[in-house]
């Protein structure tokens, strides 16, 4: 099992990213799919996810807003654009897949830096 995630970086406030994570030995499509967080000296958190296929999401109340997940079945890939972005939006951001018999896996997260 592999969750590879790209699209981090530096952005100032106000700005936008798109995450990617592309999943590969499971199965993408009926694994729930998911992002945390976690920022230094923080617990990792949930930010968002997208389960039933990608019929269903569920999001981080602080994100709700501002943030959107998506997925692509046939690409094993699943988003996150980031509009109007904060500083309180840095952290490391890590991808999570849980299948059918809710194993979780993780990627090795992308950086995400909101800074003017």
């Known amino acids: 099992v592999q969750l590879v995630e790209s699209g981090g970086g530096l952005v100032r406030p106000g700005g936008s990213l798109r995450l990617s994570c592309v999943g590969s030995g499971f199965n993408f499509s009926t694994s729930a799919m998911s992002w945390y967080r976690q920022a230094p000296g923080q617990e990792r958190e949930f930010v968002a996810s997208s389960f039933n296929g990608g019929a269903s999401t569920n999001y981080e109340r602080s994100v709700k807003d501002r943030f959107t997940i998506s997925r692509d079945n046939a690409k094993n890939t699943v988003y996150l654009q980031m509009n109007s972005l904060k500083a309180e939006d840095t952290a490391e951001y890590y991808c999570?897949?849980?299948?059918?018999?809710?194993?979780?896996?993780w990627g090795q997260g992308t950086q995400v830096t909101v800074s003017s």
């Open positions: 999570n897949a849980q299948d059918y018999r809710d194993r979780d896996y």
